[in-house]
């Protein structure tokens, strides 16, 4: 995930505006319907396509890189000599829906990988491959990697690890897949009846029976069938069975609410004078909660409104199960067969407890009114009348995220936010499955749906009349930040680390690359020679300087090798260019190929990164031009909602992004402190918590604490980043946050942003040629690294603010001066005192043009005009 060489450090690059703005609808404002979603479980068909079981040889498998393979004992023996081996075999088979399984054991390590060709398409790719998981334990395991490979398959190639050793391969089977071709795509409620609407998918016609009847359905249509409603009880389960000879069964049950229904309810807390018929009260904004008396369903009502339901409180299976109340106190408990619960309220907060010897779901709660906003953290984070399950961020199968891998979690919080509440449901066992539907296609209605699965599940659920942000704060307050991931070294020796990372092949005589990779071009950048300055306190001698070069800029060489002047020219220019692309409504805009699936072409990072660099430059020089431009856009950015759209260079307009979160943070306290507005330092603070659910809180793997996947979608659609970290993201919003730490107490901003750092330093390649560079991705896991491996500067600099150190310029002001200097600098008495090195020479600027030449004697003193 590295952006062009243009794009390289972090407020530095602009997106290109390619056309004016056109008539646009609200900011976040909602996408047409797309398809529904089948979230029941679709039976796999599966028919051996070819078994390898290496009884007499290698059965056609050979060597292609970086390994030898043999056969004996039954075995397909493997010795990698590299990290990137493989081999080969070339078939001729159907292809398809195609599932590669093989019984493994390895000692070596890195995960695998399957690439394949077809006669549609002879190369090899990025597109025709899938990763399966491998355990270097020594071991026998099971293992599959699943393929789509349109046409007939005409070679497989196995990559056994990423590192030398020794795998082991039992047997290979390969097996052609079909989905079930009898599904139920949904289910409506029309009057008294429920209706079931069933899909075949194959070409041919089926028979079924389902509800005691026969049914016959043509190929690739599909049929109604209407079952009757029981309305006297508030919540019924509504099932629809279907039996076809040959094929597994296919179930749905949607849970229906009956509001008209009549039920003995239990109100929590203890009603008092002025509540209504039903028992809830109905002043001022406390949560009451309404529990009937069969312990299956729950209305949670704010100031008198409803606002969300707990429909059902548990189920087992899409079975209700038969609950009794046996303690009515202040927590009502509920006992049924195998099953027990408990519910609570405790101010804003609904404590549910659920223990059951099967695995059950609940509290399924479902949100009332209109969508505004919404978060499933690490998989969506949605804007007003959004879709969770979407295409927009990606298009491959993981677009459907209901039921994610809960790997893929990077806090336990689920949230909506709609015209009526915030709800909230927070809880500790990562083990648990969150599940999140918006509209709920699991029960086919318009509210928004978030349960948990598992046998123990204990949850809290927060209602209040908040944005989503504060949720985000209050799921981290209930247990607080967790503590700092181990440093993997000193601090002394993380910067000798650094200096290998940029003295070792990142470098040669032209310059630095920005990524080792021979295709980054080696130039001297600044960002690496401010670096090494600050580190070492010796300037590498570059007879020219170019801009950038890190994803944090730190443009300290300018200052300390007397061209203060072309650092105020070249960022002068850099201003003038983007106010040219500035719109009059202070948007910036973005019409490029990512923009497709968006509902504008703007979007809060494509207007935070210049906004950011306007202000930056406000900052250094006090350019009065500069600062309300950047103004303008701090003022249009009040329209959004959800941090997104800040790495357009291959990532959707739409998707919701760390980066853009950094950048807003970035923009408005530098906005607040150059104007004083609380607003943008409210604005910041909003932002700054906009990016927390983008980091890992919780650890299953060494190194996985405060990691941070960088966007919940994928590059160009396919390539998905969730559950991935990509820590120079991370670390740019980290650095965002030691701007915001001085002014807000909300979060321990500082804490967060050393875990960031911390991890990124876990990251970093701890030995061989590529040692202290951060690579692009972490597989978690794995635990593997994966190119391309970046230059360490922005790490460093974030380490250095975090030590009270200085890392690129220090700006002081006092209304009458500003001046900007490579150490840290103060303003009194007419004079600016800098705290710089004895023998040093450097040069300062004074109200943007005025350039001082000095040579420290350590404490400098600089007359002002």
């Known amino acids: 995930m590295q952006p062009p060489k243009a794009v390289l450090w972090v407020v530095l690059s602009l997106v290109p505006c390619i056309a004016a703005p056109a008539v646009l609808p609200a900011a976040d404002s909602p996408p047409t319907d797309p398809p529904p979603i089948d979230p029941a479980p679709r039976a796999v068909l599966s028919e051996t396509l070819q078994q390898w079981t290496f009884d007499r040889d290698a059965e056609g498998w050979v060597a292609e890189s970086q390994c030898d393979v043999s056969s004996g004992e039954g075995l397909l023996k493997i010795r990698a000599t590299g990290n990137d081996p493989f081999l080969h075999r070339p078939v001729d088979l159907p292809g398809g829906r195609v599932a ?18 077809t006669d549609r398409a002879p190369g090899r790719g990025e597109d025709k491959r899938a990763d399966f998981s491998l355990l270097h334990d020594g071991q026998w395991h099971e293992t599959t990697a699943r393929l789509k490979a349109p046409g007939r398959l005409t070679d ?26 009898l599904t139920i795509e949904r289910v409506e409620q029309r009057g008294a009846h429920a209706r079931f609407h069933i899909r075949n998918h194959r070409t041919a016609p089926l028979t079924f029976s389902a509800a005691g009847q026969e049914y016959s359905i043509d190929g690739e249509t599909t049929l109604e069938i209407d079952r009757p409603l029981d309305t006297t009880r508030p919540l019924e389960a509504v099932s629809l069975g279907l039996r076809s000879e040959g094929l597994p069964p296919v179930d749905r049950t949607v ?19 002025g509540a209504d018929d039903r028992g809830a009260d109905d002043r001022g904004d406390g949560v009451s909660l309404l529990v009937a008396r069969d312990g299956s369903v729950a209305r949670i009502l704010r100031g008198g409104t409803p606002v969300a339901l707990l429909a059902p409180l548990v189920h087992c299976d899409g079975k209700l199960p038969v609950m009794k109340l046996v303690d009515d106190g202040p927590t009502l408990r509920f006992q049924g067969q195998g099953v027990s619960l408990c519910v609570s309220v405790a101010g804003k907060e609904i404590g549910v407890s659920i223990d059951s010897e099967q695995p059950c779901e609940g509290p399924v709660v479902r949100a009332l009114g209109r969508l505004q906003q919404g978060l499933l953290a690490g998989l969506e984070y949605l804007g007003q009348g959004e879709r969770s399950s979407s295409t927009l961020d990606i298009e491959t199968d993981e677009h459907v995220r209901f039921a994610p891998d809960t790997l893929k979690v990077t806090m336990p919080l689920m949230a909506f936010v709609t015209d009526r509440a915030a709800v909230a449901m927070a809880y500790d066992d990562m083990q648990l499955q ?13 509210d928004h749906r ?3 699965r598992g046998t123990q599940i204990a949850a809290t659920i927060c209602v209040d009349r908040v944005d989503l942000e504060e949720t985000i704060l209050w799921a981290v ?48 950048f600044v960002d690496m020679a401010s670096t090494i300055w600050r580190l070492t306190g010796k300037a590498p001698e570059l007879p020219r300087l170019v801009p950038g070069g890190a994803h944090v800029r730190n443009d300290t060489i300018y200052f300390v090798t007397g061209r203060a002047r072309q650092w105020l020219d070249h960022r002068a220019a850099e201003v003038r260019g983007i106010l040219r692309q500035q719109q009059p409504d202070g948007s910036f805009r973005y019409d490029g190929q990512y923009r497709r699936g968006h509902f504008e072409n703007t979007a809060s990072g494509v207007c935070a990164r210049p906004a950011a660099l306007l202000l930056e430059y406000a900052w250094a020089t006090g350019d009065r031009e500069a600062l309300e431009a950047g103004v303008r856009t701090l003022e249009y950015m009040k329209r959004f909602r959800t941090p997104r759209g800040a790495q357009v260079w291959e990532v959707p307009l739409h998707t919701p992004d760390q980066l853009a979160s950094a950048y807003l943070v970035w923009a408005y306290v530098r906005g607040y402190e150059l104007t004083g507005s609380d607003q943008y330092l409210k604005l910041a603070r909003k932002w700054a918590l906009s990016g927390v659910p983008f980091t890992y809180l919780w650890q299953r793997y060494p190194i996985m604490l405060y990691s941070t996947p960088p966007v919940y979608g994928a590059t160009f659609w396919r390539h998905s980043w969730f559950g991935l970290p990509v820590q120079w993201v991370g670390g740019v919003y980290a650095y965002a946050l030691t701007m915001l730490a001085p002014y807000d107490d909300s979060l321990d901003w500082n804490h967060l942003a050393w875990g960031i750092l911390l991890s990124g330093e876990q990251q970093q390649y701890p030995d061989g040629s590529h040692v202290g560079l951060l690579p692009d991705s972490f597989n978690l896991r794995h635990q593997r690294r994966q190119p391309a491996d970046i230059n360490p500067c922005g790490l460093m ?3 250095l603010v975090l030590e009270g150190q200085l890392d690129c310029l220090s700006v002081a002001a006092d209304g009458n001066h500003r001046v900007a200097a490579p150490f840290p600098v103060t303003l009194g008495e007419g004079k600016a005192r800098i705290e710089g090195i004895a023998g040093v020479e450097y040069q300062v600027i004074v109200d943007g043009s005025r350039i001082i030449d000095v040579k420290s004697h350590g404490r400098d003193t600089v007359p002002l005009p």
Not at 258 to 273: G, L, M, N
Request: some cysteine; charged content about 20%.
């Open 100 to 117: 590669l399984i093989l019984r493994v054991r390895g000692q070596a390590g890195g995960g695998g990988s399957v690439y394949w060709t």
């Open 156 to 181: 497989l190639r196995i990559d056994p690890g990423t590192e030398p050793g020794t795998v082991e391969i039992d047997w290979i089977r390969l097996l052609h897949e079909e989905p079930h071709p």
């Open 255 to 273: 849970f229906l609410y009956h509001a008209r229904a009549q039920t003995d309810w239990i109100v929590r807390p203890s009603t008092e004078p």
């Open 434 to 446: 969150p599940v999140y539907a918006t509209p709920n296609f699991f029960d086919c209605t318009d």
């Open 450 to 452: 978030m349960a948990l």
């Open 477 to 524: 307050k209930r247990t607080g930040l967790p503590p700092l991931p181990k440093p993997p070294r000193s601090p002394q020796a993380q910067r000798d680390f650094c200096l290998a990372g940029l003295n070792g092949p990142l470098r040669t005589t032209d310059g630095w690359g920005h990524c080792a990779q021979e295709q980054w071009q080696r130039q001297p």
């Open 797 to 799: 600099s974030l380490r």
